[in-house]
């Protein structure tokens, strides 16, 4: 019998803020010596961004796997610093470049760098700049991060079009943990109808979900929907001998659980061994209230069947009698 002086679970917050600093500082060749450039790219100080923008080298690190990779993350961040700098005409970065500069989560970064623009450039262009010619509404043209880039919620838009509906979930629910409407995303969508990649957006939209904090438990959940499973919930609470617990997802009605473990958790601690230690007490803590745990790593994700199979031996005969997979995914 869970203890009676913790009468309902402290609230715990499922929004997020958009990053307000600034990019990643990058250098332009018309900045430097030509000498100076080939002596610090030489030497491996200097690393080559985009046609005619540098980015200092970072340290390398020992930083544990990311989705997408911090490294190829900041790497993307960068170029888009460097292309803020050097373009003249008008522009604003859009699609997955814009998703970044908001903060949304990525399931892979981009390696080509989205802008909008309203009128087609005279010249020639390159295969790392994919430019957009269209028109732009005043209320989509924002400033973040100190460069012109489309609204948060014309830029989920535009990528949940485009994007694969794993990628498209991980942007969703992320938009909507920064606080993009969800309301104001459907009406966007509505009135594309018979667009391209509408009707796949409308699915994403409709399966999205802020409560979702890593791509890894949004891509857990995305396994889940795809094989048919029953929607499961988020963020649920659990109280425990040792107080409230909150598990990342499962189905409260047939007390199942999944926790989806990630490399960071552990290596980022100073003390990693008193990290394995507290989740084996709150782990034994949920057991003994009647609920059953089931521990994911990203690793098991690459075998998706046998993870199917391991939670299809979890839940009751009831909740796997009727697959129903979601469509198109």
Known sequence: MPPPHHPAPPPRGSSARPPTGPLPAVLLARELAPAAVQAEASSGRLER??????????????????V?????????????AAVG????????FSHESAALIWGCPLWTAPTATHIIQTVRPSHHGEPALTRHIMELAQADRQERRGVPVTSLERAAVDCLRQLT???????AD????????????RARLDALAGGRGVVGARTVLDLADAR???????????????????????????????????SDLGWPAWRLLIEV???????SSEDPARVVFEEKRRQDAITEEGWSVLRVT????????????????????????????????
Do not use: M
């Open 68 to 80: 997408p990779a911090a490294a190829a993350r900041e790497l993307a961040l960068a170029r888009i």
């Open 85 to 92: 700098r050097q373009l003249r005409t008008p522009f604003w």
């Open 298 to 329: 990203p690793g098991d994700t690459r075998g998706a069947q046998d993870l199917i199979g391991r939670v299809h031996a979890r839940l009751p005969p009831v909740a796997t009698a009727r697959l129903t997979p979601v469509r198109g995914w």
């Open 212 to 246: 979702a904090e890593s791509p890894w438990e949004t891509f857990v959940r995305y396994l889940l929907l795809r094989h048919g499973l029953p929607r499961p919930d988020l963020q649920i609470p659990v109280l425990t001998r040792l107080g409230w617990f909150w």
């Open 174 to 185: 992320g938009a909507l943990r920064l606080g993009a409407d969800r309301d104001a995303l």
């Open 165 to 171: 509906p794993r990628e498209a979930l991980v942007l």
């Open 49 to 66: 961004v985009r046609p005619g923008a540098y980015r200092r080298v970072p340290p390398t690190s020992a930083s544990p796997p990311g």
């Open 261 to 267: 473990d990630g490399y960071v958790k552990y290596a």
